[in-house]
């Protein structure tokens, strides 16, 4: 699922644990978000040609950046809508895991790139160690 442009940071293993994770998240986001993300999906397949949370995932800051527009805010800090769905992306990611939704979440009001990268990775890493026999 994630971008042909940007596979290279996730080995054969991880990618198809970053898929399941990415498909749970779609369920549950559609569950306590709904019609949000469809709409956000229609407005970055427009933009960007995929769906919103796979373009947060392989560009945090145009991602963040086209959010905030979209919802009419000017600056990330009172951006509390912005935050809102960021936040409860990343809590269904990170299946329910606030430690690890909390420091991506910073890493990204912080816009620190590659800190959010190394906090997924570390988590899909902990999830197939978790997954497989």
Do not use: C
Request: charged share 30%; aromatic share 12%; hydrophobic share 40%.
């Amino acid at each position: 699922m994630i971008g042909d442009n940007e596979k290279n940071w996730l080995s054969p293993e991880e990618k198809k644990v970053f898929d399941r994770l990415l498909n749970n998240t779609k369920k549950h986001l559609e569950r306590v978000l709904p019609g949000e993300i469809d709409r956000l999906d229609w407005e970055f397949f427009r933009k960007f040609k995929e769906p919103f949370i796979i373009h947060l995932f392989n560009n945090p800051e145009e991602t963040i950046n086209q959010l905030m527009d979209y919802e009419g805010a000017d600056i990330l800090e009172e951006a509390d809508k912005t935050k809102y769905i960021l936040y409860m992306v990343l809590k269904s990611f990170f299946l329910n895991n606030r430690r690890y939704a909390e420091r991506a979440l910073n890493s990204l009001l912080s816009r620190n790139w590659n800190l959010f990268r190394e906090i997924v990775k570390e988590f899909i890493q902990l999830m197939a160690k978790t997954s497989t026999p």
